[in-house]
């Protein structure tokens, strides 16, 4: 069972939408994604805060070699100015998905690309959604 319902859920992310000023068309081309980002506010796993940034709690943290943590959570802020993407796609080929990708959620996270490249496939694929709305 889930932390919260499916439809509070999907309402939470159409807050986050109307705060980024999405367009209509991108958010019906992008329902399998809010689908994502709802199932994981669903299960805990994500939460949208008082100033709209989306807080994905990893399912899987990022350890160390002597398994401490060194990262259990990202936090995407709404906005991203173009300067900050620019410093984090200066050196990656556009034509590879996932280093663009990755470069956004470092940006959008201000987190260090080579802990994004340690994220587990299923903690990327709500991050993944997240990206797609900055695209």
Request: overall charge negative.
């Amino acid at each position: 069972m889930g932390k919260v319902n499916v439809e509070t859920a999907k309402s939470e992310i159409h807050k986050w939408l109307e705060f980024k000023k999405m367009d209509e068309e991108k958010i019906e081309e992008n329902a399998e994604n809010i689908g994502t980002l709802a199932k994981a506010i669903s299960a805990g796993h994500l939460i949208l805060d008082e100033k709209f940034n989306l807080i994905h709690e990893l399912k899987w943290p990022i350890l160390a070699d002597d398994d401490s943590v060194v990262c259990d959570k990202l936090n995407f802020k709404p906005r991203l100015k173009v300067g900050e993407l620019q410093a984090k796609t200066q050196n990656i080929k556009t034509s590879d998905a996932f280093a663009l990708i990755s470069a956004y959620i470092s940006a959008l996270t201000n987190q260090n690309s080579g802990i994004i490249k340690q994220l587990d496939s299923e903690d990327y694929k709500v991050a993944q959604a997240i990206v797609v709305f900055f695209l």
